[in-house]
């Protein structure tokens, strides 16, 4: 399923709203770990997938990258990325990641940031970045964490007076559609066990360099409400490959 809710205003707005997207990079909670697993850029090519507002299209440029293709099935997101960038070495591209198809050996570099959890098919994608990155090339991304996406709604469990209990893990092994609560609204999302993550990526030709599930940046702890609770499970997985 092919799903575009960032084009809907309304959600749009909301994610708008977001600390991620008004500060860039520096507002995205896992960002001090994915910018230690990210490549020297200097002359490379890259494709971001699911690029959004683009600032790992940005960085990748303001770090000597060649090129940079970003591909996003908003074009509301794109257009937000278009006005906040105006280097001639990054071309957006609407379209749904599922519908890829570059060329053999395309690019040095493919990055991913919290989008492939809305991919039906990782089997599907994964064949299609192995195409399309050459061998020794970097493929770097991030998804929501298999305990996050397990049980669907996305949410702790509370006792009758509204502290949090526990966070419901639940059909852990039944991959598949959940539908989750995002922004006040029901977006479809695709749950995977940690163990296909990884084997897939392995017999798709890639090599895991490294795998992070990050925790809040120790300053963020106490100033943010709620981000203590933030240890008590994980939010997201990174994970960074080589094709062989």
Known sequence: ??????????????????????????????????????????????????????????????????????????????????????????????????DIDFPDNSFDVVISSLALHYIQSFDDILSKISKCILNGGEFIFSVEHPIFTAQGTQDWYYDDKGNIVHWPVDRYFTEGVRNANFLGEEVIKYHRTLTTYLNNLIKAGFEIKGLV????????????PGMLDELRRPMMLLVSAIKK
């Open 1 to 98: 399923m092919k799903q575009n809710k960032y084009d809907d205003k309304s959600f749009f707005d909301k994610y708008s709203n977001m600390n991620r997207s008004k500060s860039g990079l520096e507002g995205a909670g896992e960002w001090h770990e994915l910018k230690k697993m990210l490549p020297d850029f200097q002359g490379k090519r890259v494709l971001d997938l699911g690029c959004g507002f683009g600032w790992h299209c940005q960085y990748a440029i303001e770090n000597g990258a060649k090129s940079v293709i970003g591909v996003d099935i908003s074009q509301k997101m794109l257009n937000e990325a278009s006005n906040k960038t105006k280097s001639e070495n990054i071309q957006y591209i609407c379209m749904p990641i599922e």
């Open 213 to 224: 599930e990050p925790k809040p940046e120790e300053n963020l702890l106490y100033t943010i």
